[in-house]
């Protein structure tokens, strides 16, 4: 449990630099604020877009994992007291008779 919270702490710091850095990077490349200077902001913006795009095309597979697969069988859960055992849906879960047509 602790990797995956260390893992989700890295991942959302990775995600979260670009967006604080961003205005910096911005108003260097616009000092004088002219559209020359905001497209190449916008040039790059694409720029990296387009790297994640094509590293996302060409890095990702679509081969389902052992880890989602799930597990097959029957289980059968049974809770003393209660009317929480229907299987064939004649009941709901408070008891109460349904009308079968």
């Known amino acids: ?20 850095i961003a205005p910096t990077i911005a108003s260097a490349l616009t000092p004088e604020g002219t559209a020359e200077e905001w ?7 694409t720029a990296v877009a387009l790297l994640g795009m094509f590293q996302f095309i060409f ?10 697969v799930p597990p097959t069988g029957n289980l059968q859960l049974d809770v ?5 055992k229907d299987t064939e849906g004649s009941s709901d879960l408070l008891g109460k008779e349904k009308n079968r047509v």
Do not use: H, K
């Not at 497209?39 to 913006?45: D, G, H, M, S």
């Open 39 to 45: 497209r190449n902001v916008f040039y790059l913006c």
């Open 80 to 84: 003393e007291g209660s009317n929480v």
């Open 1 to 20: 449990m602790i990797g995956i919270r260390l893992l989700l702490g890295i991942t959302n710091t990775v995600a979260t630099v670009p967006g604080m």
């Open 59 to 68: 890095m990702s597979d679509g081969e389902l994992q052992s880890w989602a």
